[in-house]
């Protein structure tokens, strides 16, 4: 009876010893299975963040390059406005040198002396007082005898140099002032200078 208790005994000690190994097994299998699945959440957590910051680094690199691409534009563009500007400003300057009241007499007459005899209407000059007063004194009566007609001079304070004439009383005009031939001038210098300006 002692011997069928020991074996007994024994008997329970080998199936609990063996029930909580495989008790042990399963919670180590467990154990390891969402370890390893973790580990695997990791790794695709870290992947994902690796990614977007990729991403994100490329995305502001891309937006960098635009950015400074665009302030190279912005900057060739106030660079040409402000060429252009100049350009103007040198042309204004150098057409009001040119046409001095000497030379706007001389251009004046030779107009005049091209003009068809049998036109009645009277020439009527618009020009800025300083170049008004010259060509008052002296030079204007000249002119009228080479027109055989009357001549009327106006004084316009937007003309800084150049003259707008009238051949019919002022209902149409010509336009040599120093901004109308600068405009003139500058559509022919201003493509050969955005040449030279192209990037």
């Known amino acids: 009876?002692?011997?069928?208790?020991?074996?007994?005994?024994?008997?329970?000690?080998?199936?609990?010893?063996?029930?909580?190994?495989?008790?042990?097994?399963?919670i180590e299998g467990r154990a390891r299975q969402e370890a390893g699945e973790i580990l695997e959440k990791a790794r695709?957590?870290?992947k994902k963040i690796t990614e977007e910051a990729k991403d994100k680094a490329s995305k502001m690199q891309e937006k960098e390059?635009?950015?400074l691409a665009q302030a190279g534009r912005d900057l060739l563009l106030s660079l040409r406005q402000e060429i252009n500007a100049m350009?103007?400003?040198?042309?204004?300057?150098?057409?009001?040198?040119?046409?001095?009241?000497?030379?706007?007499?001389k251009i004046l007459n030779s107009i005049i002396q091209g003009l068809p005899r049998q036109e009645k209407a009277?020439?009527?000059?618009?020009?800025?007082?300083?170049?008004?007063?010259?060509?008052?004194?002296?030079l204007l009566e000249k002119l009228k005898d080479a027109a055989k007609k009357e001549i009327i001079l106006k004084p316009v304070e937007s003309i800084g140099g150049g003259f707008l004439i009238s051949f019919?009383?002022?209902?149409?005009?010509f336009d040599?002032?120093?901004?109308?031939?600068?405009?003139?001038?500058?559509?022919?210098?201003?493509?050969?200078?955005?040449d030279i300006l192209q990037p």
């Open 1 to 26: 009876m002692a011997e069928d208790i020991k074996t007994l005994i024994e008997k329970i000690n080998e199936e609990g010893v063996k029930a909580a190994q495989e008790k042990a097994e399963e």
């Open 44 to 46: 695709l957590e870290a």
């Open 65 to 67: 390059k635009t950015l």
């Open 87 to 105: 350009l103007e400003k040198l042309i204004i300057s150098e057409a009001r040198s040119a046409l001095s009241p000497e030379h706007l007499f």
């Open 122 to 138: 009277e020439i009527v000059i618009s020009l800025n007082k300083d170049d008004l007063r010259a060509l008052s004194s002296g």
């Open 168 to 173: 019919d009383a002022g209902k149409s005009q």
């Open 176 to 194: 040599f002032s120093d901004k109308a031939l600068a405009e003139y001038i500058g559509t022919f210098l201003k493509p050969k200078l955005k």
